[in-house]
């Protein structure tokens, strides 16, 4: 079972990293053997959530913010398998905070009492775009939903990485208590599925920067990480850590579908390109 570690320890381990001058990992998984081998290769964090389940079922991550099924139902079905074969390093459930059939503060309990060490607000509203979000938030199922998850986890002195898209976000998420602010640029460009069109590396980093700027004034001992948009592949998760100020850096596609895919077609390749020559 996946090591299971209070919110003063997990983080310890990731500012022991820090003061190390090593990068935080956060691995995303939606499969046992992915999180497997990101512990053999030494994750500080594996996040499981329901994004990571549909892109390793072949399809596109943002089958998560289509209504074909619970997030919090898959969480729970697809991180049972998955949990027992992470040993020591602390898992992060994504939970999706708008759900109306369960009750956020039990459902933290629920998913600790699981084994996982911590929360993340996933899947998110920031996705949809402002329009839209907005149309959430005013029928009481938007960002400030994510919020609230945070603050129950603060409550309840349980870790929490808090995902966000803008400064605004970001300072709401720090001021409700979040330990790491993710900061999310969007999709993950590259390979079969990933986003076409995204911004710039500079664009990026410097939007990155914005948010370690915010959130830095309301409290400088949260540690921001960078994810998605064209921060892509370890080059460019090296330049978002080493332009800005945040000190790691959260994979998705990047770390586990991206990957397997090129990985499979390679080896798919050379198989096939065996004779019958004797």
């Not at 709401?172 to 993950?188: F, H, Q, R, S």
Request: proline share 3%; glycine share 10%; charged share 25%.
């Amino acid at each position: 079972m996946a090591g299971k570690y209070s919110r003063l320890e997990v983080r310890k381990l990731l500012k022991k990293q820090v003061e190390n001058n090593k990068a935080i990992f956060m691995f995303g998984a939606g499969i046992g053997l992915s999180a497997k081998c990101a512990e053999i290769g030494g994750a500080d964090l594996i996040g499981i959530y329901s994004t990571a389940f549909y892109r390793m079922m072949g399809t596109s991550s943002l089958m998560a913010w289509l209504p074909y099924s619970n997030a919090n139902d898959e969480l729970i079905k697809f991180s049972r398998p998955i949990l027992p074969v992470v040993k020591q390093t602390p898992c992060i459930a994504g939970i999706g905070a708008h759900d109306p059939t369960r009750e956020m503060d039990q459902f933290v309990d629920e998913v600790i009492n699981m084994g996982f060490s911590g929360v993340s607000n996933e899947p998110f509203v920031g996705i949809y775009g402002k329009d839209f979000a907005d149309m959430l938030e005013s029928s009481g199922i938007g960002f400030s939903r994510e919020v609230e998850l945070i603050k129950i986890a603060d409550s309840k002195d349980v870790f929490s990485v808090a995902w966000a898209f803008d400064t605004e976000q970001a300072e709401k998420m720090a001021n409700a208590g979040a330990d790491i602010i993710g900061a999310m640029i969007g999709l993950t460009a590259g390979g079969l599925s990933g986003a076409k069109k995204t911004i710039t590396l500079d664009d990026a980093a410097a939007e990155t920067q914005k948010i370690c700027d915010a959130v830095k004034k309301i409290n400088k001992d949260i540690m921001v990480i960078t994810h998605g948009g064209p921060f892509k592949d370890v080059e460019t998760a090296k330049y978002s850590i080493q332009s800005t100020d945040a000190v790691g850096y959260a994979s998705g596609s990047s770390g586990e579908r991206v990957p397997t895919e090129t990985a499979i077609i390679d080896i798919t390749k050379n198989y096939k390109s065996i004779s019958l020559d004797k």
